[in-house]
């Protein structure tokens, strides 16, 4: 039988002391720097990696949080831990585009733990347990509610927000729930980004000309090759494009033409599934999009 001398077994927990001292030191670091982050002055967009799915959270230049989407589970209260103060536990507005799974069920925890003073939606439902959830956390909330229809805008704080979609026809007629998506492109200064939600081709085409020239893209669909076609990328044509994408998705997102089209058009490409949580920070003259590490 081997003896382990008691030299041997303090020398490993020692080893064992430094590594978990580091790991510390590195976890201080991380939490710093994000806080750093979030007080950098400006416009601050996360795209938020919570899998197949969407949750983008704003940041005005004085301080307005919106969240846009909440993802398909409760890892967006660990996204938003990451990004707001531990003692913040209020979100200036909630904007929903529709009420897919995919988009929604975070929300649901959302509500629960944060007030939230005002949501944007579209009004649409269906009979989904996760929408009949989803409503009953709206009915509880005392939020301010907006039904949001295209030709709107709103000012965030000087972040000038157009709401490009749905129109009332649309809401009406449209069978398909992605293609009653909000679509809103914010403009900060010279920066202007626009986020698209689940609208696909055909919307993309009625809105195109309206939305005119942009600087970043939130890839409709998750890369879904029923968006982002090349005539809607030539005519918005985009410095880059950002996909919320969940990693060995069973749709087979981001579809191959798609990434094809946006190289087609010089987009630079930043995807959820490999680049992780990603950051969007504009002073109103330039910006810049990167991964960003989130310490949750
Ligand atoms: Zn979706």
């Known amino acids: ?30 939490y710093t720097a994000q806080f750093a982050r979030i007080q950098t002055p400006g416009l601050k967009v996360w795209f938020f990696d919570i899998g197949q799915g969407d949750a983008i959270f704003i940041e005005t230049p004085n301080g307005q949080q919106i969240l846009i989407d909440g993802g398909p589970g409760d890892s967006i209260l660990q996204k938003l831990s990451s990004v707001m103060w531990p003692w913040d536990h209020s979100i200036d507005a909630i904007v929903i585009t529709h009420p897919d799974a995919d988009h929604i069920t975070g929300l649901v925890s959302v509500f629960e733990r944060y007030q939230v003073k005002t949501i944007y939606e579209t009004g649409v439902r269906g009979g989904t347990p996760m929408i009949q959830a989803l409503e009953q956390a709206i009915a509880e909330e005392q939020s301010q509610n907006k039904i949001v229809r295209e030709g709107q805008t709103f000012n965030w704080d000087g972040v000038q927000v ?35 939600g689940d609208a696909e081709e055909t919307i993309e085409e009625e809105i195109g000309f309206s939305v005119g020239d942009i600087d970043v893209l939130k890839v409709g669909h998750h890369g879904s ?68 590490f989130l310490p949750f």
């Open 1 to 30: 039988m081997r003896r382990v001398t008691p030299h041997k077994q303090s020398h490993k927990l020692f080893v064992l002391l430094r590594l978990f001292i580091a790991c510390v030191v590195l976890f201080l670091l991380a």
């Open 162 to 196: 157009f709401v490009h979609w749905p129109s009332e026809e649309a809401i009406q007629t449209q069978k398909d729930r992605n293609n009653t998506s909000v679509v809103l492109k914010l403009v900060y200064g010279s920066t202007s980004i626009l986020l698209t």
């Open 225 to 292: 090759k029923t968006s982002t076609s090349v005539q809607f990328l030539k005519v918005v044509n985009p410095e880059v494009a950002v996909i919320p994408v969940g990693a060995d998705n069973s749709y087979g997102h981001p579809h191959p033409i798609v990434l094809e089209h946006l190289k087609q058009v010089g987009a630079s490409i930043l995807r959820t599934d490999l680049d992780g949580d990603i950051l969007l920070v504009s002073d109103s003259m330039s910006y810049k999009v990167s991964p960003v």
